[in-house]
């Protein structure tokens, strides 16, 4: 299982799995609410800004032809009703979409890929494309918005982290770079705010997953080993941790609940997705 969203302003999440599955939950309940199957393992999910809509992505990193990687599905966000099918999305690409992430406004949708390139659609024009972000030489992992929509930040395999300006799709220079207080979210694993996830003298395979918290003020990280640590954002090196197990395989993926204290992850082989409460940070922190 390597997807799962959480709705904003609601207690809804989403997750797809490779066993073809899109599945919408309760948090607050622990029951599924909806679920849809499709023909073909399904990879990345992600909720638009007013929750109305979600986008899912076909396929493998196998990027084996019958699970059409590289194929995007919009569906509505409560019946999973498709209303964009994977012929509609246009996107150039024969290789599986690793993230997808809407813009703030919820205007365009990023779509990160193994291929190296982020695709940015326009989704108020039938997902057409609106350009492709190049200059990654490993898939692309993971995607974040700057808060004013202006700007796409990408984190590849080889740990690179690159910024393009949307409009133009041109990759920004060190002194162009935006902030990371102006980034609308972070879940790259690269970079300073996130520094303090990576044990002492890491081979740089431990950490799998960031996201930072709903306030800006914590960090979920899960590892290869099946566990979500927690620390302050930003975390320096040698930041202090409170760290949990609970998955019998790697961790894939750690979101935050939209109330900032609840985190969900999954597992690679395990399936599973897991839903933590989050208490007495500063006791556990300080």
């Not at 929750?51 to 196998?62: D, H």
């Not at 879940?187 to 799998?208: K, N």
């Amino acid at each position: 299982m390597w997807g799962l969203a959480t709705a904003p302003e609601s207690e809804r999440f989403a997750s797809v799995s490779e066993d073809r599955t899109l599945r919408l939950w309760d948090a607050r309940t622990r029951r599924e609410l909806a679920s849809r199957s499709f023909d073909t393992p399904l990879r990345a999910v992600a909720f638009s800004p007013d929750g109305a809509q979600l986008a899912v992505s076909l396929g493998t990193e196998e990027n084996r032809e019958e699970d059409k990687a590289g194929f995007i599905v919009v569906l509505d966000g409560e019946t999973l009703e498709v209303q964009h099918g994977p012929h509609q999305v246009s996107i150039e690409c024969d290789k599986c979409v690793l993230d997808l992430k809407w813009s703030p406004d919820g205007c365009l949708l990023a779509a990160a890929a193994a291929d190296g390139n982020t695709y940015v659609l326009k989704a108020q024009h039938g997902y057409a494309e609106h350009c492709a972000l190049t200059g990654h030489a490993a898939p692309v992992r993971q995607v974040d918005w700057s808060k004013d929509g202006a700007t796409l930040q990408t984190a590849c395999a080889g740990f690179d982290l690159l910024q393009f300006d949307v409009e133009s799709g041109r990759p920004l220079a060190d002194g162009e770079r935006v902030p990371e207080e102006a980034m609308w979210s972070w879940t790259s694993p690269v970079g300073w705010p996130v520094a303090g996830v990576w044990p002492p003298f890491s081979d740089g395979v431990e950490t799998v997953a960031v996201e930072r918290s709903p306030g800006a003020q914590l960090l979920a990280a899960g590892d290869v080993f099946g566990r979500v640590k927690l620390l302050r954002y930003p975390a320096a090196k040698g930041a202090g941790f409170r760290i949990a197990a609970g998955h019998s395989s790697r961790t894939t993926i750690c979101r935050w609940g939209s109330n900032g204290r609840t985190v969900f992850s999954t597992g690679d082989r395990d399936g599973a997705v897991l839903q933590w409460d989050v208490v007495a940070v500063g006791a556990i922190l300080d």
